[in-house]
């Protein structure tokens, strides 16, 4: 699926979400490579919102650049299915083998700001993630492990103790948007 397409699927629910789908469609009319990280000023990535079947407990990991619990999710490095990049980075940070989408299309956008840092040895500067959201669902019963070079932790939360566990402000608000989100959906 193309970019565009992933992005016109989206349904913005709220100022945030327009305003930063928007930015993302201008950003795809100037830029041809923005889902390669060769784009140091902004690129895609795809992230989750990993959920237990019963939709009460949240799948997170420790980030250790972020020092922060975190969802799961990674760059698009050059791969325009969104939706497999963000399993795919689901099963690689947590171990779990068994998810699945709850919906085909991005449960939420958001453009994150991302500060300098040191990651394997490199200094990368700050640039802005272009995020697409996905909501999976995982049986909250299988073995997790770590990925030893990402994150020192894998654990399931509630809901509430998902968006408390964040160290970073900014990611509290999505969390709780996404947390609204997922209520919606049950409702």
Known sequence: MKIEAILDACRPDCEQERQDLRLMRLY?????????RTNEMAH??????????????VLMAY???????????????GDGDLLAVALRE?????????VSPVLERPLSAEILTVPAHWKRGA?????????????????????????PDENSDVRWF?????VAASTEPEMRIVYQK?????RALRS
């Open 44 to 57: 895609f990535t795809a992230s989750s919102w990993i959920v237990s079947p019963d939709r009460e407990r």
């Open 123 to 147: 200094y990368v500067a700050a640039h802005l993630h272009l995020n697409v959201t996905y909501l999976l669902e995982a049986d909250d019963r299988q073995p997790l492990a770590v990925k």
């Open 178 to 182: 996404l947390n609204g989100k997922l």
């Open 63 to 77: 980030h250790n650049i972020y020092q922060s619990w975190s969802w799961t999710g990674g760059h698009a490095d």
């Open 158 to 162: 509630s809901l509430d103790e998902a």
């Open 28 to 36: 795809l009319s100037k830029f041809d490579d923005l889902l390669l």
């Open 90 to 98: 689901a099963r690689e940070e947590t171990a779990v083998q068994r």
